[in-house]
């Protein structure tokens, strides 16, 4: 199998992921950080087999691990009311 490196903008799209959480899951050791792609270079990238499986881990793990870790709906009846509008001077 050929392996290819996945960039960040690519990296996020595939994981569905904002940056931030990306910098939050490699800082508390959940997912591997990058690796430079050329000796002494600054580009970063992360093998997309290495993804492809952390993507495969998660889905068989994650749904055992995190049940009930996310809020439940708000009821629409118990939310914040909306306020009238209050108009200006101008306002007719």
Same mark, same amino acid.
């Given at each position: ?22 910098? $939050? ?27 492809? $499986? ?39």
């Amino acid at each position: 199998m050929a392996h290819r490196f996945l960039r960040k903008p690519e990296l996020l799209k595939k994981l569905s992921m904002k940056r931030e959480a990306l910098r $939050a899951a490699i800082a508390d050791g959940l997912f591997p950080p990058g690796v430079p792609i050329f000796p002494g270079g600054r580009a970063q990238g992360w093998l997309e087999d290495e993804v492809d $499986a952390y993507i495969e881990r998660r889905r068989r793990e994650g749904a055992r691990e995190e049940k009930g870790s996310f809020p439940e709906p708000k009821d629409p009846s118990k939310g914040q009311q909306r306020r009238p509008r209050q108009r200006g001077n101008n306002d007719p």
